[in-house]
């Protein structure tokens, strides 16, 4: 339960509260050890080998990364040159309080007080007064400390700075001399005792503060502990503990002179004698200090006896080892599993993906915030941009060159929105983008804005859709109504320039151009030409709404180099001020500013001038800064250490760094240069140095659901780039790097590296690094989710493209089935698809990459609802996919893709055959364009843009070459169609009220002329710059010239052609001066061609229908006129003759939904789309060539021939794609032109080509349904069994005699009419003999019972007839009360109960006692009935209950329990939709309009479970017989996805997605429920979809239909010339009917126990 404060916090986090300071937390457990150095070595040692990677793996398993960070480990010696390790150990302390989500410290202690550093900074009146204690006769000591201590003005206040050793020891650095270097040590550890031994005494002698004193005599543990445990709060000691160890003769040995003794205690070094100082600190640390601190739990003793030993072995002293090792690992174990309980237990806000993504740029921009200063009058013009009261803006745009502080300005603005604009309620939506993945692309970016801003608004983010075009059409909804004047809505999207270029995105088509008072954008970019960003932006918005960010001016420049100085307590003497000044006159830039204050604070006030080097550029800083680094660290180490970050994809995590270095053989060599350290692995303390003098370069980012560290700036990335991987270089380590992540990630390493030394001897190492499996753990105990390693899915198919390493890019990644499931299932399926996007890219003529590119393309739908629709998708799109074409190399990894799919164990639907669109063919792509149904497609007459528009009035302008979204524009009237006008700068919209201009490229409206009935046309000619516009209740026709902008003519035509003002008129188009109208006169409808010239008719045209929509005029002066019936009428404008009239099959037109197209190819052309044929036309010749047949679900709505740049462009099919909107998709096809292509053929279908176009089963739930498919024309039915194969054919039987005198009664029976028909002979076995019912309607309102009779409400609707299917007599009859007349009549199932309606009442029937049941009567309007499988319940629905104040109404539910006689009424807060109803024996099952499923107890009427899935709403649900599984299926227009639920358990189990509508008809369950059976237009086949569970061995599975037909030749039943019996013997024949099916029913029991003892039969379905 989240807490109340929780909530507040969360409110204030959605709201983009930039004053929140709250935490991000990590899955890391992060363990920093601390010990002394030598005398735990030991223990180090084994704790590394046996104890971390199983805490490691424990870790991983549970979703969390384990860290130990020990500054001990691996390091030869305890100081360094720049004394830097005490104070790098100290912020590692604090860096894993705050990372690790558990225990954060644990501490070795021995009797050896250990190491005590000298102090690296003293304050400069505290040295002083050190100095000034000592006595004359101490001269060189006084000496000694000026020599290493120098005084640094600099420093605020002043302090006295310990020497870098080198800098009076040269040869202590020294890597290529060993001897000089060790005998440098040996010096530089003398300086160091004295120098400790003179600081400590004097600190006894001086008055300083205890605190000042410490820092001279504690060692660096204590140091440690001081910083972890002292600290620290009673609630993070207890994630701290403590391991003492006492060595029991440790004394003895002391007293016996044992040196090695010596290694664990503290000794005097000139006298070799115990240090009791040492000593006596640390007995107040282990016996005092530390019990006081931590519980005692935390502490742990140990005792282990050396004898005489030279030191504490793992050999030896194995027992005591395995005793500390094991009580280390459990303690931590108890500590890490009680730590990760809480964690998911006590679940925070900020684990939650959004949260986490919005504070990542929270506390971004509060660090950037931190030290900004000055741009006040930059700042006021952003002001009076959020702060305007105007309705109606443009978005507001910042821009400068990169380094010019655009994204800490932006921080600025975002941080005083609330400030500005009065109101603390704004919600201030702030993206930095680049900074996080999810910020990076624009799908995800899109997302997480509107889930923010739906959240922060009170929305629910179900209906924030997953579709890209979706979602831009989504967040201009959001953007446009969530604000408010109490809450107004402000989004600042930093560096648009950032965004990944796919999908079009830096081409802007998603972004906003219009905002209002209650809602502001503000955007900065880039201006450089190679982001179209800038250059769009400027295309649309106002240049008093662009402001460009200068570079600093010298003062401004100053003082925030002074500021930065002043927050680090430096400050720079006269001289060096002096260099800055002369550095600030060249650049400006703030990140210039940043760089060279960076530079200035490492300066002493000692440090000599001369040596001071300051660049002009800030890629030569960088440059300097990179150089400067691999000087000081070593230049294989830093060059490839930073090489492997800027080489990642998203970063790399701390661990991943020191795994890389430490496999990384090349820098192991630089460092271990003279000594090999017990492991080979990078020691902790050398990355933690290099990551300190990183600083704020390198910066934490949330990637892949971990810490990764990354560039702070992008020239910073560029700089590394150019420096280390460009390939132009011949020492570029690119190859070597990302063959480094690729082995890395794929898992290579694990197991061990082997290295080679210089004698060529080959050791396999292991390197300690992290596992790398697909997934960490497959179920957790905390959250019961498979945990995934995000990590790997993103920088793995990175690294391998990179390479080109096509092999393992394939057989790891593109074509490995768990790779691809799994990674759809933890990510995206966009993140899969852009896996296959750079594949193409770098390999665009890969056979198999290709097609898995296309395929996934088109799967892209059902994919993005689940990775549990893959093997569906694969099998349906590639199983039939000819082989034999490619070489069997080239389509390998495909082949064993597709057998996996048809093998693995997951919870999944599979197809019995290949039934969705494969990839290759006509259709090139589809994606998602609109959000209601699109009502035009056309395109500029070059081809490069299509435009679309929809019924909501929005148009829409995309790249035709791969449908990305160029722009948006809303505002538009009820379109008409879209013309694009002068050279495709403008298009024109004609709608009911007027007609608007708009310019393409900046969406803006450049004219709109309000007329009352609005018609426009481009005058077709050479020059397409000339309007003609016409109003129907105008008498004149107004001439516009876009070129001039202005009016060019006005012509009024009823001069030459009288109208009355009742006569509806309009405009067809015009040529050069011809217009053509048309009008509706009392003669009938008229067409006038008028030279506005001469004011002539040219021509007058009566035609009895003319199809006035699709008329054209080509550029050639040609009219095109459709006429009633397969013609088109040809007239030539110039001279007024008619030229030829062309005919053909092609220009049929029909009525329905689907109606005839036409239109024009480069305006002089015709072609035509009827029944889904779409043909080019010769005009001259009237030939048609057939160019594409498109599926009965695939005809369009309109379509639109595109031009595209072909090097062959003598054929229509080379020359142009077609377009079609199909729903609210677009679709582009290739022509594939064919003379040889026939569309109609009169020969009769053979069972290959046979089309099933219902399902018809005559018991429910039956394992071997019917097939049944129609063909209209020929008025033939054919009857199939579940092997495809015919049983009967029905011949002369029309579609409305088959829907209502058509019943199946068994496998050898049908009623047809009033006929019982034996379907083996085809013989009439009876009659039904009633005069009350109607002989062609026995399929109505009818229903069978149990085999042997027929109920059938009677023609009059007052009585239910009992009708004998032996003799067809009347067995009983059931009347209604009072005669009364039935207006609706439901039959359960299983037909033992029929449901009527009379008046008011409604009637329970028992149909085996044929008496009534129940009765009951409401007062509301009925509109739906259901009834569970065997009658027990009745569900009555009406849409019609109370209206609420929103003027929405209810629905009411009233549920009659049959067996009670009880009614009870429930009310549902939604409308509900007959196809998203449904009953069983316990739920009430009802869909929302969001596609919510709502499941409500049949016993109390409560609400049991909701169950997600469908965003749209249900349009059928089927039950099966057992009443354990569900099927539902959404509006196919909108999603189409079939369900499959498990109604026991009330989950999902599996969902498919056909490419096509399947009607209500057309899909059953079979097999008791284990099945699914679908019908789909174009496919010749049925579809068996098979549910297969995770928890089944898939080896043992295949699907097997069994025969249950001879293949005998199909009975053929004329229903013309059936005929009633004639004699008496039909008794004898129906019961030989009976019979027949009872004795074929034993037969095929008995064949299938048969198949299941030979355990043939392998089919089998778990839930």
């Known amino acids: 339960m989240v807490s109340q404060q929780q909530q507040e916090i969360t409110s204030r986090i959605l709201g983009g509260d930039l004053t929140i300071n709250e935490k991000i937390d990590s899955k890391i457990i992060r363990i920093f050890t601390s010990s002394t150095f030598t005398d735990t070595e030991a223990e180090r040692n084994a704790l590394m080998e046996k104890v971390y990677p199983r805490l490691k793996i424990h870790c991983q398993k549970a979703g969390f990364e384990f860290q130990v960070v020990d500054m001990r480990w691996g390091i030869k010696d305890a100081s360094t040159d720049d004394h830097s390790v005490v104070d790098i150990c100290m912020k590692q302390i604090e860096q894993s309080r705050h990372v690790s989500v558990g225990p954060y410290f644990v501490a070795l202690l021995g009797q050896k007080y250990g190491y005590r550093p000298l102090p690296v900074e003293i304050d400069a009146e505290e040295f002083d007064k050190l100095l000034t204690n000592l006595a004359d006769d101490q001269e060189n000591d006084r000496l000694l400390l000026q020599e290493w201590y120098c005084k640094d003005y600099n420093a605020i206040p002043p302090v006295y700075h310990l020497q870098p050793i080198s800098s009076r020891i040269p040869h202590y650095a020294n890597n290529q001399d060993k001897e000089l270097q060790d005998e440098a040590r040996r010096s530089w550890w003398e300086t160091y005792n004295r120098l400790g031994m003179i600081l400590r005494d004097l600190a006894e002698q001086v008055s300083i503060t205890q605190d000042s004193k410490r820092k001279y005599f504690i060692s660096v543990t204590e140091r440690e502990i001081h910083q972890a445990i002292f600290q620290g709060n009673s609630q993070d000691n207890c994630h701290c503990l403590c391991f003492k160890r006492t060595i029991s003769d440790l004394d003895n040995m002391l007293t016996s002179g044992n040196k090695q003794a010596e290694l664990y205690t503290d000794v005097v070094s000139s006298t ?41 072995d793992q050999t030896i ?178 560096s648009l320039d950032q965004l990944s270029p796919e999908n079009g995105a830096l081409l802007l088509g998603w972004l906003p151009q219009t905002c209002s008072q209650y809602f502001k954008l503000i955007t900065s970019t880039l201006p450089d030409d190679q982001y179209p960003c800038y250059k769009k932006l400027a295309s649309f918005i106002s240049t008093h709404h662009m402001l460009h960010i200068p570079t600093l001016t010298d003062s401004d420049a100053k003082i925030i180099l002074q500021n930065w100085l002043k927050f680090n307590n430096r400050k720079l003497n006269s001289s060096q001020q002096q260099l800055i000044d002369q550095a600030l006159a060249q650049c400006s830039l703030p990140l210039y500013v940043k760089l060279i204050s960076h530079q200035a604070e490492q300066w002493r006030s000692f440090t000599p001038v001369e040596e001071i080097r300051i660049d ?158 697909l997934m960490l753990t497959e179920t957790s105990v905390a959250n019961q989710q498979i945990i995934y390693n995000l990590r790997k899915m993103s920088e793995l198919p990175f690294h391998l493209t990179r390479l080109q390493q096509i092999d393992s890019l394939k057989a790891d990644i593109l074509f490995h089935f768990d790779w691809l499931y799994h990674k759809i299932a933890a990510t995206s399926f966009h993140h899969v698809l852009d896996d296959y996007m750079d594949a193409v890219t770098v390999f665009p003529h890969d056979v198999e990459i290709n097609i898995m590119y296309k395929t996934m393309r088109l799967s892209s739908t059902a994919l993005l609802d689940s990775a549990s629709h893959l093997p569906f998708q694969l099998l349906g799109r590639l199983s039939n996919l000819d082989v034999s074409q490619y070489d069997e190399n080239d389509v390998s990894h495909l082949q064993q893709l597709l057998r996996d799919a048809n093998s693995k164990s997951i919870n999944c639907m599979r197809p019995s055959i290949a039934c969705l669109t494969p990839p290759g063919g006509a259709l090139v792509q589809t994606v998602v364009g609109h959000t209601r149904r699109i009502k035009v497609i056309t395109s500029t007459t070059d081809g490069k843009l299509l435009i679309t528009a929809d019924n909501d009035q929005t148009a829409k302008i995309w790249d035709s070459q791969n449908l990305r979204l160029l722009n948006k524009i809303s505002g538009l009237g009820a379109l008409i169609r879209i013309v694009p006008t002068c050279q495709n700068q403008y298009f024109i919209a004609p709608c009911s009220d007027k007609v608007q201009i708009w310019h393409i490229e900046s969406c803006q409206l450049v004219k709109e002329f309000v007329l009352k009935w609005s018609y426009a046309a481009v005058v077709s000619s050479s020059d397409d710059s000339r309007l003609v516009l016409m109003d129907n209740d105008d008498d004149h026709i107004l001439l516009w010239d876009m070129k001039v902008k202005s009016q060019v003519g006005r012509f009024c035509y009823t001069s030459c052609w009288p109208l009355n003002s009742n006569n509806h008129r309009g405009l067809i188009g015009a040529y050069n001066d011809i217009v053509v109208l048309h009008a509706l006169t009392d003669e009938g409808l008229k067409i006038q061609c008028i030279n506005i010239t001469t004011n002539q008719v040219i021509q007058t045209i009566q035609e009895g229908k003319v199809d006035i929509q699709n008329s054209y005029i080509t550029i050639r002066g040609q009219l095109l006129l459709p006429l009633q019936r397969n013609s088109v009428k040809i007239v030539d404008l110039t001279t007024g003759q008619h030229i030829q009239d062309i005919q053909g099959s092609l220009l049929r037109e029909f009525t329905g939904e689907k109606k005839h197209l036409m239109g024009l190819l480069d305006r002089q052309n015709l072609f035509t789309c009827t029944q889904g044929k779409i043909a080019s036309w010769d005009l001259a010749s009237g030939r048609s060539t057939p160019l594409l047949e498109l599926q009965h679900a695939d005809i369009p709505n309109c379509l639109h021939f595109v031009k595209q740049d072909s090097a062959d462009n003598h054929t229509i099919a080379s020359s142009y794609v077609i377009a079609t909107a199909k729903g609210n998709c677009i679709c582009l096809w290739k022509c594939q032109a064919n003379n040889h292509l026939q569309f109609n053929t009169d020969s009769n279908q053979s069972a290959a080509s046979f089309n099933p176009t219902q399902i018809m089963s005559h018991s429910p739930d039956q394992p071997n349904p019917y097939i049944i498919s129609y063909e209209a024309e020929k008025q033939l039915y054919t009857v199939c069994n579940i092997n495809h194969k015919p049983l ?68 009059d609707s007052t009585n239910i007839l009992i009708l004998s299917l032996s003799n067809g007599k009347v067995v009983s009859t059931i009347p209604f009360p009072n005669n009364g007349v039935c207006h609706k009549i439901v039959y359960s199932h299983n037909g033992q109960v029929a449901i009527t309606l009379i008046g008011s009442d409604i009637m329970a029937w028992n149909m085996i006692s044929h008496q009534l049941m129940a009765k009951t009567t409401l007062s509301v309007q009925l509109d739906h009935i259901c009834l569970d499988y065997h009658g027990c319940y009745v569900a009555i629905f009406s849409y019609h209950g109370e209206v609420n104040k929103d003027g929405s109404s209810d629905s009411l539910v009233h549920l009659w329990d049959l067996s ?20 069983t024996h316990q739920y009430i099952i009802s869909s929302s309009n969001g596609g919510e499923i709502s499941l409500w107890s049949t016993n109390d009427g409560k609400l049991v479970q909701q169950l997600h899935g469908h965003c749209h709403d249900l349009y059928k649900i089927i039950i099966n017989q057992h009443e354990d599984r569900m099927i539902t299926m959404s509006e196919y227009d909108y999603d189409g996805i079939i369900r499959l639920w498990d109604l026991s358990a009330l989950v999902q189990l599996a969902a498919f997605l056909p490419d096509w509508r399947i009607e209500r008809s057309n899909i059953a369950f079979i097999d008791h429920g284990q099945k699914i059976i679908i019908t789909l237009d174009g496919i010749s086949q049925f579809i068996i979809v098979q549910y297969h569970s995770a928890a089944v061995d898939e080896n043992q599975i295949a699907t097997v239909f069994e025969d249950d037909v001879s293949d005998s030749t199909p009975t053929v039943i004329d229903i013309s010339q059936l005929q009633p019996p004639k004699d008496t013997s039909s008794q004898q024949q129906v019961q030989a009917a009976v019979e027949r099916q009872q004795a074929q029913g034993t037969a095929q029991r008995e064949h299938r126990s048969k198949k299941k003892r030979r355990n043939i039969t392998k089919s089998c379905t778990v839930s």
């Open 1288 to 1355: 009967f054919t029905i011949k002369k039987m029309k579609n409305k005699l088959f829907n209502q005198g058509f019943t199946l009664i068994d496998r050898n029976r049908a009623l047809i009419r009033d006929l019982v028909i034996d379907l083996q002979t085809g013989s009439t076995l009876c009659r039904l003999q009633s005069d009350t019912i109607n002989p062609n309607c026995t399929g109505k309102n009818s229903k069978i019972i149990g085999d042997q009779t027929l109920a059938i409400l009677s023609q």
């Open 1460 to 1479: 009670k006689q009880q009614v009870l009424t429930y009310k549902f807060k939604y409308s509900l939709r007959a196809g998203g109803l449904a009953l």
């Open 616 to 773: 002009y550029t800030i890629d030569q800083v960088i440059q300097y800064y990179f150089q400067q680094l691999e000087e000081k660290y070593g230049k294989v180490y830093v060059s490839h250490c930073l090489a492997y970050i800027t080489a990642s994809k998203n970063g790399l995590t701390e661990f991943e760094i020191e795994d890389l270095l430490s496999c990384d053989d090349q820098v192991l060599e630089e460092i271990f240069q003279y000594w090999t350290p017990p492991i080979r692995r990078l020691p902790p303390l050398i990355w933690a140095r290099l990551r300190e003098s990183l600083g704020d370069y390198l910066v934490e980012r949330a990637a892949d659901g971990t810490q990764v560290f990354a560039w702070y700036h992008r020239q910073f990335s560029a700089a590394a780039n150019r420096r280390y991987l460009s390939t132009d270089s011949p020492s570029s380590l690119h190859t070597f790097i990302h063959t480094s992540l690729a082995h890395y990630f794929s898992d290579r390493w694990y197991q061990g590296k082997e290295y080679t030394d210089s004698n060529g001897s080959t050791t396999l190492f292991d390197r300690r690094i992290t596992a790398q499996p």
């Open 317 to 494: 002293h194995k027992d005591y080892i395995k005793n500390f090792c094991d009580d280390y690992y459990q303690k931590l174990m108890d500590l890490i599993d009680s730590s990760i309980m809480d964690y998911h237990h006590n679940r925070k806000i900020v684990h939650d993906p959004l949260i986490l993504e919005i504070l990542q740029h929270i506390h971004f921009c509060r660090e950037k915030c931190r030290i900004f200063h000055g741009r006040t009058a930059l700042l006021t013009q952003v002001e009076d941009y959020l702060t305007s009261k105007e309705s109606s803006l443009s978005p507001y745009v910042v821009y400068g060159q990169s380094g010019s502080g655009k994204t800490s300005f932006m921080a600025k603005v975002a941080f005083e929105c609330n400030r500005w604009l009065d109101c603390s309620s704004a919600v201030v939506v702030l993206r930095f983008i680049g900074i996080t993945p999810t910020s990076s692309n624009l799908r995800t970016l899109l997302h997480s804005i509107c889930c923010q801003v739906d959240r922060a608004y009170g929305y629910t983010t179900r209906s924030v859709p997953k579709h890209l075009q979706e979602l831009i059409d989504y967040f201009t909804t959001v953007t446009i109504s969530r604000g408010s004047n109490s809450k107004p809505l402000i989004i600042c999207l930093d």
């Open 272 to 312: 070799k004698e115990v240090d009791t100082r040492a000593q006596t600190l640390l007995t107040q640390l282990r016996e005092s200090k530390l019990p006081e601190k931590l519980p005692s739990s935390n502490i742990l003793h140990h005792t282990v006896e050396l004898n005489q030993n030279l030191k504490i």
